[in-house]
T-cell receptor, first 114, second 115 residues
């Protein structure tokens, strides 16, 4: 079945460091791919998405490219800030389902030191 | 902006109690979902609904039931709460249709503690 695997956390970086959070997926067909972010005490919110191969999603300085050949969707940011501290979830849509079920990875907790 | 509202942010219940978690969305979304979130396990789908009075089991439906009597409201019911149901519960909604890429809109979550 479809699944998402993302790097385990926690990840701790200093402010202005370069960030990569790895995400790989297994899916039949052509799913859409997402990164969601959960700030402390809040629900999840969509950070970025890509709907087809080679698409690049971007938002708030974060980027991820849909790589079909490596089945990956790694999240990157060139210079992180303390306010980026949150839990990040990689996800894919199960397009076979009438309700477009979303399958989530286990989440990666990111902490940024001032 | 889409708003998904969950009725309670924090609940404390006793083992064996019946628990209702309510969720309301204001964007006329067809799809609604209940997830639970546990450390190290990510989000796991409990139930979802793609129409009024329709429901489908997710990955972990045991011990839960749902109700969708109106399009905007989706309730999660724990008939007899147990300690292993202590968790964060997240409600979400989305559009149905060819323009839907599957993006979910989440509520802020309900943290349930069962003693």
């Amino acid at each position: 079945g479809n699944s998402v695997t993302q790097m385990e956390g926690p990840v701790t970086l200093s402010e202005e460091a370069f960030l990569t959070i790895n995400c790989t997926y297994t899916a039949t067909g052509y799913p859409s791919l997402f990164w969601y972010v959960q700030y402390p005490g809040e629900g999840l919110q969509l950070l970025l998405k890509a709907t087809k191969a080679d698409d690049k999603g971007s938002n708030k300085g974060f980027e991820a490219t849909y790589r079909k050949e490596t089945t990956s969707f790694h999240l990157e940011k060139g210079s992180v800030q303390v306010s980026d501290s949150a839990v990040y979830f990689c996800a894919l849509s199960d397009s076979r389902s009438s309700a477009s079920k979303i399958i989530f990875g286990s989440g990666t907790r990111l902490s940024i030191r001032p | 902006d889409v708003k998904v509202t969950q009725s309670s942010r924090y609940l404390v219940k006793r083992t064996g109690e019946k628990v209702f978690l309510e969720c309301v969305q204001d964007m006329d979304h067809e799809n609604m979902f209940w997830y639970r979130q546990d450390p190290g396990l990510g989000l796991r789908l409990i139930y979802f609904s793609y129409d009024v009075k329709m429901k489908e089991k997710g990955d972990i439906p045991e011990g839960y039931s749902v109700s969708r009597e109106k399009k905007e409201r989706f309730s999660l019911i724990l008939e007899s709460a147990s300690t292993n149901q202590t968790s964060m519960y997240l409600c979400a909604s989305s559009f149905l249709g060819p323009s839907n890429t599957g993006e979910l809109f989440f509520g802020e979550g309900s943290r349930l503690t069962v003693l």
